[in-house]
T-cell receptor, first 114, second 115 residues
Framework: NAGVTQTPKFQVLKTGQSMTLQCAQDMNHEYMSWYRQDPGMGLRLIHYSVGAGITDQGEVPNGYNVSRSTTEDFPLRLLSAAPSQTSVYFC?????????????FGPGTRLTVT | AQKVTQAQTEISVVEKEDVTLDCVYETRDTTYYLFWYKQPPSGELVFLIR??????QNEISGRYSWNFQKSTSSFNFTITASQVVDSAVYFC????????????FGAGTILRVKS
Protein backbone atom coordinates (compact mmCIF):
# COMPACT_ATOMS: atom_id res chain seq x y z
CA ASN A 1 0.00 0.00 0.00
CA ALA A 2 1.20 3.46 -0.88
CA GLY A 3 -0.91 4.94 1.94
CA VAL A 4 -1.83 8.59 1.47
CA THR A 5 -0.09 10.34 -1.41
CA GLN A 6 -0.05 14.04 -2.18
CA THR A 7 1.12 15.95 -5.22
CA PRO A 8 2.89 18.22 -5.74
CA LYS A 9 5.36 18.37 -2.85
CA PHE A 10 6.18 22.01 -3.48
CA GLN A 11 4.37 24.74 -5.38
CA VAL A 12 4.80 28.45 -5.90
CA LEU A 13 1.83 30.45 -7.11
CA LYS A 14 1.22 34.07 -7.89
CA THR A 15 -1.64 35.90 -6.26
CA GLY A 16 -4.85 35.22 -8.14
CA GLN A 17 -3.76 31.97 -9.73
CA SER A 18 -5.76 28.81 -9.17
CA MET A 19 -4.55 25.28 -8.66
CA THR A 20 -5.51 21.86 -7.37
CA LEU A 21 -3.66 19.92 -4.70
CA GLN A 22 -4.06 16.21 -5.27
CA CYS A 23 -4.64 13.61 -2.57
CA ALA A 24 -5.16 9.89 -3.00
CA GLN A 25 -5.35 6.91 -0.66
CA ASP A 26 -5.39 3.19 -1.40
CA MET A 27 -6.62 1.91 1.96
CA ASN A 28 -10.35 2.09 1.15
CA HIS A 29 -10.82 4.69 3.87
CA GLU A 30 -14.19 6.40 4.02
CA TYR A 31 -13.02 9.57 5.73
CA MET A 32 -10.68 12.02 4.07
CA SER A 33 -9.75 15.52 5.14
CA TRP A 34 -7.49 18.47 4.42
CA TYR A 35 -5.55 20.41 7.03
CA ARG A 36 -3.25 23.38 6.77
CA GLN A 37 -0.28 23.92 9.06
CA ASP A 38 0.91 27.39 9.87
CA PRO A 39 3.76 28.29 12.25
CA GLY A 40 2.67 28.42 15.87
CA MET A 41 -0.89 27.33 15.11
CA GLY A 42 -0.79 23.59 14.73
CA LEU A 43 -2.97 22.07 12.02
CA ARG A 44 -6.42 23.37 11.16
CA LEU A 45 -9.16 21.49 9.34
CA ILE A 46 -10.15 22.98 5.97
CA HIS A 47 -12.66 20.50 4.53
CA TYR A 48 -13.52 16.90 5.10
CA SER A 49 -15.48 14.09 3.48
CA VAL A 50 -17.24 11.12 5.05
CA GLY A 51 -17.62 9.28 1.76
CA ALA A 52 -17.84 9.66 -2.00
CA GLY A 53 -20.18 12.51 -2.89
CA ILE A 54 -20.29 13.95 0.64
CA THR A 55 -18.17 16.88 1.78
CA ASP A 56 -18.39 19.45 4.53
CA GLN A 57 -16.54 22.48 5.81
CA GLY A 58 -14.02 22.48 8.59
CA GLU A 59 -12.63 25.34 10.63
CA VAL A 60 -11.01 27.37 7.80
CA PRO A 61 -12.82 26.62 4.50
CA ASN A 62 -12.80 30.06 2.85
CA GLY A 63 -10.92 30.18 -0.44
CA TYR A 64 -10.94 26.42 -0.92
CA ASN A 65 -13.20 23.96 -2.70
CA VAL A 66 -13.31 20.19 -2.53
CA SER A 67 -15.16 17.35 -4.19
CA ARG A 68 -15.13 13.60 -3.65
CA SER A 69 -16.15 11.70 -6.76
CA THR A 70 -14.36 8.49 -5.76
CA THR A 71 -13.40 6.85 -2.48
CA GLU A 72 -9.72 7.15 -3.35
CA ASP A 73 -9.34 10.81 -4.34
CA PHE A 74 -9.97 14.06 -2.52
CA PRO A 75 -8.56 17.08 -4.39
CA LEU A 76 -8.33 20.53 -2.82
CA ARG A 77 -8.86 23.50 -5.13
CA LEU A 78 -7.57 26.99 -4.49
CA LEU A 79 -9.84 29.26 -6.47
CA SER A 80 -7.80 32.47 -6.42
CA ALA A 81 -4.60 32.12 -4.42
CA ALA A 82 -3.76 34.72 -1.79
CA PRO A 83 -0.57 35.19 0.23
CA SER A 84 -2.55 34.17 3.35
CA GLN A 85 -2.81 30.70 1.82
CA THR A 86 0.93 30.19 2.05
CA SER A 87 1.11 27.11 4.22
CA VAL A 88 1.85 23.41 4.37
CA TYR A 89 -1.16 21.33 3.41
CA PHE A 90 -1.76 17.85 4.71
CA CYS A 91 -4.30 15.35 3.47
CA UNK A 92 -5.46 12.62 5.84
CA UNK A 93 -7.66 9.55 5.67
CA UNK A 94 -9.19 7.12 8.13
CA UNK A 95 -11.91 4.53 8.51
CA UNK A 96 -15.35 5.89 9.21
CA UNK A 97 -18.82 4.54 9.84
CA UNK A 98 -18.48 4.68 13.61
CA UNK A 99 -15.04 3.14 13.76
CA UNK A 100 -12.43 5.46 15.14
CA UNK A 101 -8.97 4.79 13.90
CA UNK A 102 -6.03 7.10 13.75
CA UNK A 103 -5.83 9.38 10.76
CA UNK A 104 -3.13 8.56 8.26
CA PHE A 105 -1.45 11.69 6.96
CA GLY A 106 0.15 12.30 3.59
CA PRO A 107 3.65 13.81 3.32
CA GLY A 108 2.33 17.34 2.80
CA THR A 109 2.42 20.00 0.09
CA ARG A 110 4.35 23.19 0.78
CA LEU A 111 2.61 26.06 -0.98
CA THR A 112 3.98 29.58 -1.34
CA VAL A 113 1.82 32.36 -2.75
CA THR A 114 3.70 35.48 -3.83
CA ALA B 1 -16.14 25.05 21.59
CA GLN B 2 -13.31 22.60 21.18
CA LYS B 3 -9.81 23.67 22.09
CA VAL B 4 -6.44 22.14 22.80
CA THR B 5 -3.76 24.05 24.66
CA GLN B 6 -0.11 23.08 24.68
CA ALA B 7 1.35 25.75 26.91
CA GLN B 8 4.98 24.76 26.33
CA THR B 9 6.10 26.26 23.08
CA GLU B 10 9.61 24.84 23.25
CA ILE B 11 11.48 22.55 25.63
CA SER B 12 15.19 21.81 25.63
CA VAL B 13 16.64 18.87 27.54
CA VAL B 14 19.88 16.97 27.64
CA GLU B 15 19.92 13.37 26.52
CA LYS B 16 18.73 10.86 29.11
CA GLU B 17 16.59 13.40 30.91
CA ASP B 18 12.90 12.69 31.33
CA VAL B 19 10.54 15.23 29.81
CA THR B 20 6.79 15.77 30.06
CA LEU B 21 4.77 17.55 27.42
CA ASP B 22 1.54 19.06 28.70
CA CYS B 23 -1.81 19.03 26.96
CA VAL B 24 -5.05 20.53 28.23
CA TYR B 25 -8.26 20.25 26.25
CA GLU B 26 -11.76 21.71 26.27
CA THR B 27 -14.89 20.06 24.95
CA ARG B 28 -18.53 19.74 25.92
CA ASP B 29 -18.85 16.33 24.30
CA THR B 30 -18.96 13.36 26.62
CA THR B 31 -17.48 11.12 23.94
CA TYR B 32 -14.25 12.24 22.36
CA TYR B 33 -10.82 11.03 21.37
CA LEU B 34 -7.39 12.37 22.22
CA PHE B 35 -4.29 11.89 20.12
CA TRP B 36 -0.59 12.60 20.13
CA TYR B 37 1.35 13.03 16.91
CA LYS B 38 5.06 13.51 16.34
CA GLN B 39 6.43 15.66 13.52
CA PRO B 40 10.16 15.09 13.05
CA PRO B 41 12.32 17.56 11.09
CA SER B 42 11.47 15.67 7.89
CA GLY B 43 7.93 17.01 8.20
CA GLU B 44 5.68 13.96 8.19
CA LEU B 45 3.13 13.36 10.91
CA VAL B 46 3.62 10.20 12.92
CA PHE B 47 0.76 8.81 14.98
CA LEU B 48 1.74 7.97 18.55
CA ILE B 49 -1.42 7.21 20.49
CA ARG B 50 -5.23 7.47 20.53
CA UNK B 51 -7.28 7.44 23.72
CA UNK B 52 -11.06 7.59 24.04
CA UNK B 53 -12.82 9.54 26.74
CA UNK B 54 -14.03 6.44 28.54
CA UNK B 55 -10.61 4.93 29.00
CA UNK B 56 -8.59 6.70 31.66
CA GLN B 57 -5.98 4.02 31.99
CA ASN B 58 -2.48 5.31 31.62
CA GLU B 59 -0.47 3.77 28.84
CA ILE B 60 3.18 2.96 28.48
CA SER B 61 4.93 2.09 25.25
CA GLY B 62 8.65 1.68 25.64
CA ARG B 63 10.07 5.03 26.72
CA TYR B 64 6.75 6.78 26.09
CA SER B 65 3.93 7.08 28.57
CA TRP B 66 0.68 8.98 28.65
CA ASN B 67 -1.33 10.24 31.60
CA PHE B 68 -5.00 10.94 30.92
CA GLN B 69 -6.94 12.75 33.64
CA LYS B 70 -10.53 13.71 32.85
CA SER B 71 -10.84 15.60 36.13
CA THR B 72 -8.28 18.14 34.94
CA SER B 73 -8.94 17.72 31.18
CA SER B 74 -5.33 16.83 30.61
CA PHE B 75 -3.53 14.28 28.48
CA ASN B 76 0.16 14.61 29.20
CA PHE B 77 2.97 12.80 27.43
CA THR B 78 6.21 11.76 29.08
CA ILE B 79 9.38 10.60 27.38
CA THR B 80 11.72 8.74 29.70
CA ALA B 81 15.47 8.83 29.09
CA SER B 82 15.14 11.14 26.10
CA GLN B 83 17.27 10.62 23.01
CA VAL B 84 18.39 12.97 20.24
CA VAL B 85 16.02 11.16 17.87
CA ASP B 86 13.12 12.36 20.01
CA SER B 87 13.76 15.92 18.80
CA ALA B 88 10.60 16.91 16.98
CA VAL B 89 7.40 18.90 17.24
CA TYR B 90 4.75 17.09 19.23
CA PHE B 91 1.07 17.78 18.71
CA CYS B 92 -1.80 16.93 20.98
CA UNK B 93 -5.18 16.72 19.24
CA UNK B 94 -8.83 16.31 20.19
CA UNK B 95 -11.60 14.79 18.12
CA UNK B 96 -15.04 15.41 19.59
CA UNK B 97 -17.93 13.08 19.01
CA UNK B 98 -18.21 9.37 18.44
CA UNK B 99 -16.38 9.15 15.16
CA UNK B 100 -13.05 10.65 16.15
CA UNK B 101 -12.22 11.75 12.66
CA UNK B 102 -12.09 15.55 12.79
CA UNK B 103 -9.06 16.70 14.70
CA UNK B 104 -8.55 19.92 16.61
CA PHE B 105 -4.84 20.37 17.14
CA GLY B 106 -2.86 22.20 19.74
CA ALA B 107 -0.15 24.59 18.60
CA GLY B 108 2.54 21.99 19.23
CA THR B 109 5.58 21.75 21.48
CA ILE B 110 9.05 21.81 19.98
CA LEU B 111 11.28 19.36 21.83
CA ARG B 112 15.03 19.70 21.44
CA VAL B 113 17.16 16.95 22.90
CA LYS B 114 20.87 17.78 23.08
CA SER B 115 23.62 15.23 23.30
Amino acid sequence: NAGVTQTPKFQVLKTGQSMTLQCAQDMNHEYMSWYRQDPGMGLRLIHYSVGAGITDQGEVPNGYNVSRSTTEDFPLRLLSAAPSQTSVYFCASSYGAGRSYEQYFGPGTRLTVT
Amino acid sequence: AQKVTQAQTEISVVEKEDVTLDCVYETRDTTYYLFWYKQPPSGELVFLIRRNSFDEQNEISGRYSWNFQKSTSSFNFTITASQVVDSAVYFCALSPGVYGNKLVFGAGTILRVKS
